[in-house]
C-alpha cells in the first residue's frame, strides 16, 4: 500500500491556506491603515500643520503694562462733612413725614 501525502494532507492543507489567507488578509488590511496613517502624519507635516500645532502650546504671549493716570480724583470725606450730609438727609426725611402727615389730617 503506497502512501500518498497529498491525499492524507487535504484537510490540514485546505486548514492551514484558508487560515493562511486570513492571516494575510488581516496583515495587509494593517499596513494598509498604518500606511494610510503615517501617510496622513508625512502631508500634516509637509504642509506645515503639525508645527502650527505645536508652535500653539509654545506662545509667549506680551503682556503690555501701562501707567495709568487718574485725571478725576474722588471727593474726600471728612467727618464734619458726613455729619452734614447726614443731617442734611435727616432734614430731608423728617420735611416729607411732616408734609405726609399734614396731608392725612386735612
Same mark, same amino acid.
Not at 496622513?40 to 502650527?52: P, Q, R, S
Given at each position: 500500500m503506497k502512501f500518498d501525502l497529498n491525499k492524507e494532507m487535504k484537510p490540514w492543507v485546505d486548514t492551514i491556506n484558508n487560515s493562511?489567507?486570513?492571516?494575510?488578509?488581516?496583515? %495587509?488590511? %494593517? *499596513?494598509? %491603515?498604518?500606511? *494610510? %496613517? /503615517?501617510? /496622513? &502624519?508625512?502631508?500634516?507635516?509637509?504642509? *506645515? &500643520? /503639525?508645527?502650527?500645532?505645536?508652535?500653539?502650546?509654545?506662545?509667549?504671549v506680551e503682556v503690555i503694562h501701562e501707567d495709568t493716570r487718574h485725571l478725576s480724583k474722588p471727593k474726600i470725606l471728612t467727618h464734619t462733612s458726613d455729619i452734614k450730609d447726614i443731617t442734611e438727609t435727616q432734614k430731608l426725611i423728617m420735611d416729607k413725614l411732616k408734609g405726609k402727615t399734614k396731608n392725612e389730617d386735612k
Open positions: 493562511l489567507k486570513w492571516a494575510m488578509a488581516l496583515i %495587509i488590511r %494593517i *499596513g494598509l %491603515i498604518l500606511l *494610510g %496613517i /503615517i501617510m /496622513i &502624519i508625512m502631508l500634516l507635516k509637509w504642509t *506645515g &500643520i /503639525i508645527k502650527e500645532l505645536y508652535d500653539l502650546t509654545s506662545i509667549d
